[in-house]
């Protein structure tokens, strides 16, 4: 039973290019989240999404940034026109399907390391 | 918005000794607590977890406490052995809320 997936794990851009970080959830899941690891530093929620739907992207820059959950395929958080700062850990979790408090538990995957040169 | 403190952030025992970590949070409605623990390289690993209507949960060499009423909640971990070394993280959460609040974590040293 396959855990979340991430990939790539690393990921090197240069200043002024796009990254984009996909994640599947773990089997059984419809509920993604991103979350943003700088280093020395607790995860900091950036969007929650479920399939076709963004349900809070509260935490998600105004620019640059942008998430999508497809109906098929993976979660895919998509940074554009990369900037030093935007160098970090960035983890993806999934959540069982349903409501309520079956839905509280998430499961990390392995994450993807972005460095910016 | 939801605040978690996480204390100490820094923790060094030696082998066989108890550790405690310590959250605070502010958002009464959050009602779901779970501890999370992160070794290098890798993502967060659920080990514990406790809801607003039970006090205290216990895992083997780990448990947690909740005091809803001061909001702050602990883990505990006994028998400590040099494989618990790693970074531990508390988060707080209200069940359909989505986003899960974390604290800044504990950098745990088990020393043999």
């Known amino acids: 039973n396959a855990g979340v997936m991430q990939n790539p794990r690393h990921l090197v851009r240069r200043r002024g290019q796009e990254a984009r970080l996909r994640c599947s959830p773990m089997?059984?899941?419809?509920?993604v989240y991103w979350y943003r690891q700088l280093p020395e530093e607790g995860l900091k929620f950036m969007v929650y999404?479920?399939?076709?739907?963004?349900?809070?992207e509260s935490g998600m820059p105004k620019e640059r940034f942008s998430a999508e959950f497809p109906k098929e395929g993976p979660s895919i958080l998509r940074i554009q026109q990369v900037v030093r700062g935007d160098s970090a850990a960035y983890f993806c979790?999934?959540?069982?399907?349903?409501?309520?408090?079956?839905?509280?538990?998430?499961?990390f995957g392995p994450g993807t390391r972005l460095t910016v040169l | 918005g939801e605040n978690v403190e996480q204390h100490p952030s820094t923790l060094s025992v030696q082998e066989g000794d108890s550790a405690v970590i310590k959250c605070t949070y502010s958002?009464?409605?959050?009602?779901?607590f779970p501890w999370y623990k992160q070794e290098l390289g890798k993502g967060p690993q659920l080990i514990i977890d406790?809801?607003?209507?039970?006090g205290e949960k216990k895992d083997q060499r780990i448990a947690v406490t909740l005091n809803k009423t001061a909001k702050h909640f602990s883990l505990h971990i006994t028998e400590t052995q040099p494989e618990d070394s790693a970074v531990y993280f508390c988060?707080?959460?209200?069940?359909?809320?989505?986003?899960?609040?974390f604290g800044d974590g504990t950098t745990l040293t088990v020393k043999p």
């Open positions: 979790a999934s959540s069982p399907m349903g409501r309520g408090r079956m839905t509280d538990t998430q499961y």
């Open positions: 089997k059984g899941h419809s509920h």
């Open positions: 999404l479920q399939k076709e739907n963004i349900i809070d």
């Open positions: 958002d009464s409605a959050s009602n779901y």
């Open positions: 406790i809801r607003s209507n039970v």
């Open positions: 988060a707080a959460r209200r069940t359909n809320a989505g986003k899960s609040t």
